[in-house]
């Protein structure tokens, strides 16, 4: 029991959830704190979603002068990590690596984000016209399941792979950590990374990174 004074009323007293009994309950406990994770990340996702429709947010986490640039990577840059195989709508295993050798847009998403949905045109577009030239656009769905993410597939009329991420927190891992999406990598033909954009990113800043690598 867990007695605590109430300032408007007499000292209640109820079970402490953080007790010995819950403690001595390892399933329980385990069960308690995968909760209050889940109702964390909710609760974030929809605070951040609200700030980007209250007021401007930053289009990407490039400055004004890398976009300018756009197509200029680091000489320096890391290679992307493409040794994940994840599974498409469908439950194919697609390869990653398979799209080497091309400019790769790894975009990560979700079917609740709000500003994610206001991009995917945008994806669709630039992978229509530069696919034929080495373009690759491929989405990846931080959390949705297949069944989820196949009608939305098909409203949207996305013409890129789209992968399933649910259960395979290692490519969040590397390519994270994933507090805001979308998140977008755009990787050169060399396999390394040219950029990296946190929240949503106009066509233009995508375009011209994409024109310069291709």
């Known amino acids: 029991m867990a007695c605590r004074p109430d300032p408007w009323g007499p000292v209640t007293c109820r079970p402490d959830p953080w007790g010995p009994a819950s403690r001595s309950d390892p399933l329980r406990s385990a069960q308690k704190y995968k909760g209050v994770i889940v109702l964390l990340k ?25 976009a300018a640039n756009a197509g200029v990577c680091d000489p320096e840059a890391k290679a992307a990590t493409l040794t994940f195989t994840l599974k498409d709508v469908d439950g194919k295993p697609v390869k990653l690596a398979d799209f080497k050798a091309k400019v790769v847009v790894l975009n990560f998403w979700a079917t609740w984000c709000v500003p994610c949905r206001a991009e995917i045109p945008a994806l669709v577009e630039l992978q ?38 649910l259960g395979n927190d290692s490519i969040l891992d590397t390519y994270g950590p994933m507090v805001v999406v979308p998140a977008t990598v755009v990787i050169k033909r060399d396999g390394r990374i040219c950029a990296k954009h946190i929240g949503p990113v106009t066509k233009e800043v995508f375009e011209r990174e994409i024109k310069g690598l291709l």
């Not at 909710?42 to 890398?66: C, D, G, H, N």
């Not at 491929?138 to 949207?156: H, L």
């Open 42 to 66: 909710t609760l974030t996702a929809v605070a951040l979603t609200a700030l980007m429709l209250a007021r401007p947010f930053p289009a990407a986490s490039v400055s004004v002068e890398q």
């Open 128 to 165: 229509t016209k530069y696919g034929k030239n080495g373009l690759q656009v491929i989405g990846v769905s931080i959390d949705d399941p297949a069944e989820k993410m196949k009608p939305f597939v098909s409203r949207y009329k996305i013409n890129y792979p789209v992968l399933q991420a």
